[in-house]
């Protein structure tokens, strides 16, 4: 089986500091990581060592940042035939982390996350047998037109389709993902995130005509699925003291579309989350 995953790659720059630093003030940086990063390419990594095949398509630039990218991901045992290097610049993310835990996050995105529209989309659907979306790329007009493109066909071949929408998405860019949900199968919001969209009277309109499985990312607690107005919570493994949380939402996405796509017992959306709380779970104590 084939995933195809849409959304950027952009190079996480972390920064662990004892506290944050307050206006005209210095704080001491304990250390700093540059990494790949991105929530479609940590969910494609993440889904590296399961039996259905990650295939990510997405873009970065030819600056500093996209040089560091591009030597990271040379050794990645991951199939790169949907990413592409092209003129533009390279998101990146300065994620400044406190030994409490907490994290403030400074960004800037790339101005082309995805390859132009053309036949490689057609490529791509034709090969994969899931489709998974970050939200991130609703939030411009240029992603968000190539994605409702690219979701529409994805319905029509009857591919199904998963979506993390992201808390800076929710807040900011609402209509573009009521937009989306219609040709949506599984939509994996946090609580935070979940609890935004509720805000919204036409959320809770569209959910008195569910025909979309929502799986609610409760962190620490698991997850929780909601069809047809019923809850039913799957509990994840009690989690060490974490002080650094970055990408396990991501994790937990790929271990979710893997159970849903390898399973095939009567619970198994419930087992697909059980496994999306177990791939998290590593992320956190690794």
């Known amino acids: 089986m084939k995933v195809g995953i849409m959304g950027d790659i952009i190079l996480d720059i972390l920064l662990r500091l004892n506290t944050f630093p307050k206006e005209d003030s210095e704080v001491k940086l304990l250390s700093e990581k540059f990494s790949i990063g991105g929530s479609a390419f ?11 095949e990650p295939l990510l398509i997405s873009s970065f630039g030819y600056d500093k940042e996209g040089i560091m990218i591009a030597s ?3 050794p990645l045992k991951l199939n790169q035939k949907y990413i592409r290097q092209i003129d533009t610049n390279t998101g990146k993310i300065y994620i400044l982390l406190t030994s409490e835990g907490k994290r403030t996050m400074l960004s800037s995105r790339s101005k082309k996350p995805l390859p132009e529209m053309g036949d490689i ?7 994969i047998q899931w489709l998974h979306i970050s939200g991130y790329l609703l939030t411009e007009k240029r992603e968000y037109e190539i994605t409702l493109e690219v979701v529409k066909k994805a319905k029509q071949l009857h591919i199904p389709v998963s979506i993390d929408p992201g808390t800076n998405t929710v807040i900011h860019n609402f209509r573009e993902i009521l937009d989306v949900l219609p040709y949506t199968d599984y939509f994996l919001p946090n609580r935070e995130e979940y609890n935004l969209m509720k805000t919204h009277r036409e959320f809770e309109e569209y959910l008195h005509t569910l025909q979309t499985s929502i799986i609610i990312k409760d962190g620490m607690y698991g997850a929780t699925i909601l069809t047809d107005d019923n809850f039913i919570g799957v509990k994840a493994k009690i989690i060490p003291d ?26 198994k959306l419930i087992n697909a989350c059980e496994l999306g709380n177990d ?8």
């Open 279 to 286: 791939f998290a779970y590593k992320r956190l104590t690794n």
């Open 72 to 74: 990271q991901l040379s």
């Open 42 to 52: 940590n969910t494609a990594s993440e889904m590296i060592c399961t039996q259905s």
């Open 242 to 267: 974490c002080t650094n949380t970055v990408g396990a939402g991501d994790a937990f996405n790929a271990g979710f579309i893997s159970g849903m796509l390898e399973l095939t017992n009567n619970k």
């Open 121 to 127: 989309y057609d490529d791509f659907l034709n090969e």
